[in-house]
């Protein structure tokens, strides 16, 4: 025992096994933790939230939640997919009344918080007022958006929407659907069509049992010209009875990875009759006389399409946050096996190689939650100008930039985040060992519930490849003198960066942020330009644009995660420049280990560059060492900054008080409650009691001869 | 239409509209995929089994599973957990009867399959035949084996099983156990006890509902001295009744992430007396009188727990061929996005970026196939030798120096292994896109049942760990001029590859399988003697063994990672030097794939150590996605040789016909069957129907004023 622990012990008149016992206390051992805090705990989650008003805000949602009974969480892993489906419809008659009672960007806030809670009920609640609602916003002309939110769209009374743009045949190419939607002049209406077996609605959310109307996605057929997809209502059900409509043929799709509380389902219209002016009409419109009227600026119409993205963005980073408080929690009290002085086990936190499973992820959840509050400060600036934007504007060329930015720029950090939050959520998982695959200790379900995300919204590699191309595009632009936005502005400095070599004079240098920064442009600037050359390689050979892309699409991939890592530390780094103080120490410490981590992992790219020499990247390595050991230091305390109550966490690993041993031991009792043997009778009795050779019963020393030294 | 379709159009006098749809139709194209095949696909099948024999008996086991009605598995995505471990329960009488009628080499081949099958089954009857047994066939004497084979073990009459090892407080620390076992020597007895909550057994397989005897492991104490972790063999139930003996308390471990067949539990022991002759004395022996004999050679005891390692490194090679033949013949069949010519869509395997999604992970599968099956000789062998060997014998060193390097080596493997095969799972999944997502098409399960895996019999980290202590060790042994055995004999030549560069004249040569393994063992040899260095330096510094290893934890991590990836591509050369002709011609671009892709993937060590030059850094990234062109040419008869029948396979997406919507569309009606509407009297109609402004529900004109130039 040390010294100091011996004395301490002697003071307070302690046994040896009182302090033995004392020391392995998991409620101890989280209080010794908390106790090493260099900062103001509070003033980190002001930060992260944007300012005391939020926290409070977060605090009072977090406490409702709680105490409402609909929102009872500790049960969830052993319900069925039937009862999941019940539960989020009952969640939804509580949202509701929140919906209507306060204003827009509080309930906002709100969701962020259910999105933690039960990502299953928040997507299905999502899909008829983000996805069904969106569509409407986005499609509609004002009066047809009056009309269905008088119909009782927004106050969800007489319907409930899904939005049913996926079919089983196509997800990611949307203009490829094969649902039609024809117009016929003698009676005024469309019909909706499914020809085939592949153009069957496939994952609508809501569609299985609770939907009435759906914002269907079709080709626009008028007098046999094809106008390709637009966005029609169509009505599923008779909201009375809930029987199906005529020529609407739908199907349950049953059990998925997670999300079950969502009933996904599929449809199959056969001639679905519907009024003309169920087709949304705000960018292209249809007469009565079959005249059709196309957009003349049809990008304007994507900007709604990117809100899901930012959102999944920022839930990356709380969901990271959510998993990382359990795996952290837990390192932090659970020990295993001693090291040869002491009886004492180590704790996981304070192994090295521990450190290095999670700290560095720690840095990373943070890197995301700068970059969402960006992202989203950008999406609401662009939303801004796009929603006043005209035709003929003299700064529409401008507008139309920002969209391109923030569509590029949303899509590649939508995949690296998402991406990001997965692996975070498994590695906190496999660092809790054998207790990590139990689902109560809640990282099982949320890899499930999350897994979807890397999917959804656009396919991960699709959407990197989009980032990909739009550096390819910027690349060529900044060479021909366009001065390109400040995400990519590194590509108007290509001279100076290209063949760069890290200038640090000495080793300490290395954790320098501007070097770090440096070495990030140098790198970018160099994966970035070596696609465009693949690329314009491609076109030199007769290639088409869109084949060129196709066929540097490695590079193309390549460079757009190179550029999301460099994005991401700086927004990290930007984020603790406007700090002060003690928690500017913390933050940095964080900032630099992020820089220094993804270096790491992307060694190949930074000696392959030159940038950093092979002698530099082994100091990196070792500062890497040390900033996750610093790092380790204030990690209880930084987890506690992000403020999610246990009853968020949801994890007998993750609590609070560290007292995991007892909190999990109730928490499997409470959901396996004994009761009569469930199959002996049936099953096992007739097994073991078959006739085969019967052991003699009355050997007491079951075959042992005693100092028979044959049987050694 | 390219000319050449367009002339077979014609031949066939088909019209524009049916040469469409035979292009898009799936079956077609995988008929027109499986004519690509270059080699004999049987030629494979028979090399990958081990010979024509093997594969026979693989297909009459497939066969006669498909046929046996207690493995019907196309409904197990939607059946509750308990109904899933009545289902092993079932299965056990099926499996019981081929164990008692078959020779056991011919029923390891049988539990191959089924580990394919069924992962929970697999387990919980591996539990008591691997597991419960194998500590009999470990640690019990000839006696006492005979007494409890007599018994019903073996025959699995009368007794079932389990495993009591970890325990709630301690997973990895197996001598760090709490549950004490002391001898009573009044009584002849030992008193079985759990001290503490943290002392509860837990994750035990069988324990909650169907095993009446547990091994326990468990502190030998007699007269008042610890001895360490022993076995015994514990009754918890009364076989007639299967109510729990006094002094034993059981309950239900719940809901895992996966392998919810497994009934796992908890057990508390309070004071339960077992005769002394119940403690396994095969090595450790307590006599009537309290006299404890400790055996001479402890690690003789280790031998049969590398068993299961051994099999994991093998599963990870066969569950990987299961998920890959899913994403790749759904990668096959499925088409998005059409490129400017054609409206005929992209099939996704010729998507370059798809090609780099899959094919390396083929040629992966392949790596771990091939070192499997030498895993299993090596270990074969080695206890082949322990078991004659006895403390005295002349070779015993030799003997020794084989487990060594079988426990590092498997250790290393199973972490390895394990770890590339969940990736590959998830991988898989993701490729298929939104389907991916469904529980029916199979790989979400996949998922959750393998990832287990990582943790159990080691957690994968700790294991990656003692691989690279071996590495440090093996290295200190080289330089004192040791010859060591030839999986780490790259150590015996440090002074020619430490510093070493690619001496390739041209390009072309990076092609040459010697120069990709001279790469690999220059980089092995590189960043093991950094470790060793590392470690020396901390042994200089004053630190204990122990803790010079725990400080360079993190190049002992790095080394031993590297390590296998060499390994696994030595293994893979070495199986494809056994072949001839096309065949071989096949799998040296698999292998060569393997070689140049892992060496992309650890850039950062190559380029770190200077073997290549950051220009031939370029060139192997170019090559690699030239060998990903030309191994997605052959993707679908290697998959094909795999030879897993579409009953194995259990995924729509997966079928061997390539007709997969047919097939999915109708697993989803058959798994989801249309009832009456299961919540909407008592959730959905209050919601929609309560009291809100009501909509005009006569404006058929749904508030759309058409030609208003405003709403635009």
Known sequence: MPIKQRLAAVKQHLTDEQVYAKAIDPVESMNEERAKASFSIRELTYLLDGGEKNTLLKERFMQEFERDPLFKMDDIHDITKDE??????????????????????????????????????????????????????????????????????????????????????????????????????????????????????????????????????????????????????????DPKTYNLLPGVNIGDIGKKMGRDGIDNGWIQFTHVRIPRSYMLMKHTKVSRTGTVKEPKLQQLTYGALLQGRVAMVVDSGNVSKKALTIAIRYAAVRRQFSNSDSKIETKLLDYPIHQRRLMPLLAQTFAMLFTGSEMTDMYNKMMNRLENAKPGDTDLEKVLEMLKETHATSAGLKAFCTWNCLSTIEACRQACGGHGYSAYTGLAGMYQDFAVQCTWEGDNTILTLQL???????????????????????????????????SAANVDALLDPKVILEGWQ??????????????EECIKQGLSVDDAYEQCSQSRLYAAKLHSYGYLFNRFLDGVSKVEGNLKAVLLDVCLLYGLYTIEENAGAFLQYEYFSPKQMESIRSF??????????????????????????????????????????????????QGPHPYFNRLIKPLIDREVNEADEDDEDAGLEDEDEDAE
């Open 84 to 237: 999941l489906r019940e539960r989020t419809m009952e969640k939804f008659r509580s949202l509701v009344h929140h919906l209507s009672n306060e204003p827009i960007d509080v309930f906002k806030k709100r969701m962020e918080i259910v999105s933690l809670i039960d990502p299953g009920f928040w997507t299905r609640f999502g899909v008829h007022y983000g996805l069904f609602v969106g569509a409407l916003q986005s499609n509609a002309t004002s009066g047809q958006l009056g009309y269905w939110f008088q119909k009782g769209a927004l106050s969800l009374s007489g319907m409930v929407g899904c939005f049913a743009m996926t079919e089983l045949g196509h997800g990611s190419n949307v203009p490829g659907l094969e649902t039609t939607a024809t117009f016929d002049e003698a009676s005024d209406q469309f019909i909706i069509h499914t020809p085939t077996l592949t153009a069957t609605k496939w994952w609508i959310g809501g569609a299985a049992h609770s939907a009435t109307h759906a914002a269907v996605f079709a080709q626009l057929i008028v007098k046999g010209k094809n106008y390709g997809t637009k966005c029609f209502v169509v009505p599923l059900r």
């Open 468 to 502: 990909g191309r739009y550096l390819i595009a910027s690349f060529r632009e900044a060479i021909k003198g366009k001065k390109l936005s400040p995400g990519v502005g590194y590509l108007n400095n290509l001279d100076a960066l290209v063949g760069k070599r890290c």
């Open 522 to 535: 140098v790198v970018c600037a160099n994966v970035v330009r070596n696609a465009a050359l693949e690329f």
């Open 624 to 673: 890497t060492n040390d900033l996750c050991k610093a790092v380790r230091d204030q990690a209880i305390p930084l987890v506690d900054a992000f403020n999610l109550s246990d009853y968020i966490v949801n994890s007998p690993l993750g609590r609070a008080d560290g007292n995991v041993y007892v909190h999990y031991f109730d928490q499997v009792k409470r959901s396996n409650p």
